[in-house]
Every structure is written in C-alpha cells, then in structure tokens.
C-alpha cells in the first residue's frame, strides 16, 4: 500500500515530471552542444568517445563509408588488367596498388565503425544499391593506357581531395586519411611514370592511345570533386564542422592548375578547348562540365553502374565460406581457452 501511494503520481504530476526530465536532458544536450561548438571553432579534433551532434555523426558515416565503398569498386577498374599487364614489372605494381585500394577500404570501413554502425551495415547498404561511391569507378578500362590515366588523373585527383582530409575535425578519419595519402602519391606517381615511358619510349600507336585515354578520363576525373558549390546541399555544414576543408569547386580549379603543366611535360593535350590561363584570377580557366552526365551516373545510369556492383555482391557472396570458416575457427578458439581455463 505505501509503494502504491508512492507511486501514484497524478497525470498532470506525470507529465510535469517528465517535461523537467526532458528540460534536463536539453540542458545537459546544449551544454554537451556548446562544448563540441567550441572544440571545433578551436580546430581541436573530436574523438569517437567525445560526444558529438546526431547531424555531425550521420555526416561522417554518409562520407566515410561512401569512401570506403570507392576504395573498394575502385579495385575493379584496374583489377581487370592485372592479367594483362605488358611486364612482369607492370604486373607487380598493378596488383600492389590494388591491394592497397582494399586497404584503404578496411581502414576506412573502421573509422566508420567507429561511429556505431557496423561493417556488415555498410556493405548491406553498397551490395543493396542504397550507398554512393565515386562516379569515377562506373567507367570502363578500355586499354593498357587507361592504367596509367588513373594513377596520374584519379589518383591525382583523389589526393587533392584528400590531403585536406587529413585535417579533418574527426580524428579518426583523420588518421586513416595521413596514411592513405602517403600510399596514393605513390599510385599518382607509377601512373604517371608508365605513361612519360609510353610517351617517350613507346610507338606511335602507344602515344595515340595514351591520348585516347586521357580524352576519356579528363571530364569524369574533374567530376570527382562532386557538384559545383552552389549545387552541393553538404558543403556548407561539413566545412562548418572541419569534416572538409577546401570546397568542391576550389579543390577543382586546384587540380586543373597543378595538371595542365604535367599534361605539356607528357607531350598530350587536355580535351578542353575552353582551357586558358586567367592572368587576373591566376588561375586556369575551363570549359563546362557535363553535370547532366555525372548525375546520371551518380543515379545508378553510367557505362559500368550495373557491372560494378554485381562484381562486388557476387564477391560477397562467394566469399560466405570464408567468413564461416573464421567465424568457426574463433569459436572453437574461444571454447578451448574456455576449456584451458577449466583446467587450470
Ligand atoms: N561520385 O553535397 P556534395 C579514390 C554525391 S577514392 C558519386 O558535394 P559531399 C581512390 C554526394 O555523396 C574517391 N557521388 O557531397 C582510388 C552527395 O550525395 P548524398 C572517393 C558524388 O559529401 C583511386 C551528393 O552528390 N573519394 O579515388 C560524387 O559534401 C584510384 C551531393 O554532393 C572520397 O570519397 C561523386 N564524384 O562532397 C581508388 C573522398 N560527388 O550523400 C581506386 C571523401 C558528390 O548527399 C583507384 N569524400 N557526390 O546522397 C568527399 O570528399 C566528399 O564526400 C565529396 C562530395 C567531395 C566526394
């Protein structure tokens, strides 16, 4: 009877109660808010324990993880010239570079993990096709050349991108991106060294195709950098928050700068008759970019779209066995130390 009276609180004492509670809670949030506002105006970086804004959470998660994806399709591209590469040398590169894309994955698929949502999450997401990854993976690689365009155009453009990330206000990432970064310059730099050696020591065909290569690659490399400012609904607030910290459009007219001079020293030509230098803003000026283009492919509709992610569900689900065995292997690890403890 005493417990009853004491727990007999009436409607009105309820709902006073709980809106004091729920008062309490926003302090507490708003607090929690102003602290995390300060750390960032700070530059200080925010650790996956520290608390953190649902909005700045689900923004890494969407970044990281459409990351990771990228590293992962982007195996495919390049994957399917392993076999054919021209040299034992060539052959060796290729298959590194490849393996280091799955690295960058695993890194990046971690960092994610950080944040609460889980591995087998993220892939579900990808092989469903409800995940992004770079538009840049769903074109083909037509020829031998298209190796080296995307170590000197896709890594390139993928390391100015991502050295910024490397600032980022999310440690984690932040620190995955310090190490992937060190590995990209390499894949920039073979990319670019097998096609100066097609260019200066290879046939006239070779050039030709080097040529081809770059006409077809230059315009999806420039639509890795994400839509115009204007038109990017996330730019404002992960710049706010430090997530990124050069815009779409800057990193851009980065990129273009720094490769035109590369382009002259390959002795090939960048397929954009609008590209001149801009004396008064010091910089290159470009022609447009086809966005109808990149947001078709960004919707699922480019040349490779349906290939890629069939390639990655089919590697998934043959790789069910291995997962099993491991998954069997720790178990039967977990109940022998579980046997050793009995007997000791
Ligand atoms: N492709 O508001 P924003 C690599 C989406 S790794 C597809 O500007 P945000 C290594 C965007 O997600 C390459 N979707 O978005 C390698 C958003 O959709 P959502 C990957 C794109 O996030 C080399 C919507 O459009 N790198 O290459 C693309 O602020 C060689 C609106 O856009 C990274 O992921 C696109 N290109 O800025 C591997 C770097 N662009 O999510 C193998 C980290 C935009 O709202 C071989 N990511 N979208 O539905 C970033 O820096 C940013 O996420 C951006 C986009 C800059 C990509």
Redesign the pocket.
């Given at each position: 009877m005493y417990t009853q009276s004491m727990d007999t609180l009436s409607a009105e004492d309820k709902a006073m109660e709980a809106a004091s509670k729920a008062k309490l809670r926003s302090a507490d949030e708003l607090q929690s808010q102003q602290r995390f506002d300060a750390r960032i105006d700070a530059g200080d970086f925010i650790e996956a324990k520290d608390w953190m804004p649902e909005h700045y959470r689900k923004t890494l998660v969407?970044?990281i993880s459409?990351?990771a994806h990228?590293?992962f399709v982007?195996?495919l591209p390049?994957g399917n010239w392993i076999s054919r590469a021209p040299t034992l040398k060539r052959k060796a590169i290729l298959l590194s570079k490849v393996q280091d894309?799955a690295g960058?994955g695993l890194y990046l698929y971690a960092a994610a993990e950080t944040l609460g949502t889980s591995r087998d999450q993220l892939l579900d997401a990808l092989h469903t096709g409800k995940a992004?990854?770079?538009?840049?993976?769903n074109y083909p690689t037509l020829t031998w050349a298209d190796m080296g365009v995307?170590g000197w155009l896709?890594?390139g453009?993928?390391i100015m991108?991502?050295v910024p990330?490397c600032r980022c206000s999310y440690a984690p990432y932040a620190r995955a991106m310090v190490r992937i970064c060190r590995e990209?310059s390499f894949?920039q730099r073979q990319g670019y060294e097998a096609l100066l050696t097609m260019m200066t020591q290879g046939t006239a065909a070779q050039r030709a195709m080097v040529q081809d290569a770059v006409n077809r690659w230059w315009w999806p490399s420039l639509?890795?950098?994400?839509?115009p400012d204007a038109e990017?609904?996330?730019?404002e607030q992960?710049m706010r928050w430090g997530i990124?910290r050069i815009s779409?459009d800057d990193l851009r007219q980065k990129f273009v700068d720094a490769t035109v001079e590369q382009a002259s020293i390959l002795g090939v030509s960048l397929p954009d008759p609008l590209l001149t230098w801009n004396d008064t803003r010091q910089h290159y000026d470009m022609g447009p970019i086809d966005w109808p283009e990149f947001w078709q492919v960004?919707g699922g509709d480019g040349p490779c779209n349906k290939e890629r992610l069939a390639a990655r569900v089919d590697a998934w689900d043959n790789g069910a066995w291995v997962r099993e065995a491991a998954l069997a292997h720790a178990e039967k690890q977990v109940a022998k130390q579980a046997q050793h403890a009995m007997a000791a």
């Amino acid at each position: 009877m005493y417990t009853q009276s004491m727990d007999t609180l009436s409607a009105e004492d309820k709902a006073m109660e709980a809106a004091s509670k729920a008062k309490l809670r926003s302090a507490d949030e708003l607090q929690s808010q102003q602290r995390f506002d300060a750390r960032i105006d700070a530059g200080d970086f925010i650790e996956a324990k520290d608390w953190m804004p649902e909005h700045y959470r689900k923004t890494l998660v969407r970044q990281i993880s459409q990351h990771a994806h990228s590293e992962f399709v982007g195996m495919l591209p390049e994957g399917n010239w392993i076999s054919r590469a021209p040299t034992l040398k060539r052959k060796a590169i290729l298959l590194s570079k490849v393996q280091d894309e799955a690295g960058h994955g695993l890194y990046l698929y971690a960092a994610a993990e950080t944040l609460g949502t889980s591995r087998d999450q993220l892939l579900d997401a990808l092989h469903t096709g409800k995940a992004k990854y770079s538009s840049i993976f769903n074109y083909p690689t037509l020829t031998w050349a298209d190796m080296g365009v995307i170590g000197w155009l896709v890594d390139g453009a993928a390391i100015m991108n991502q050295v910024p990330l490397c600032r980022c206000s999310y440690a984690p990432y932040a620190r995955a991106m310090v190490r992937i970064c060190r590995e990209e310059s390499f894949h920039q730099r073979q990319g670019y060294e097998a096609l100066l050696t097609m260019m200066t020591q290879g046939t006239a065909a070779q050039r030709a195709m080097v040529q081809d290569a770059v006409n077809r690659w230059w315009w999806p490399s420039l639509m890795m950098f994400g839509p115009p400012d204007a038109e990017s609904p996330n730019s404002e607030q992960s710049m706010r928050w430090g997530i990124k910290r050069i815009s779409n459009d800057d990193l851009r007219q980065k990129f273009v700068d720094a490769t035109v001079e590369q382009a002259s020293i390959l002795g090939v030509s960048l397929p954009d008759p609008l590209l001149t230098w801009n004396d008064t803003r010091q910089h290159y000026d470009m022609g447009p970019i086809d966005w109808p283009e990149f947001w078709q492919v960004v919707g699922g509709d480019g040349p490779c779209n349906k290939e890629r992610l069939a390639a990655r569900v089919d590697a998934w689900d043959n790789g069910a066995w291995v997962r099993e065995a491991a998954l069997a292997h720790a178990e039967k690890q977990v109940a022998k130390q579980a046997q050793h403890a009995m007997a000791a």
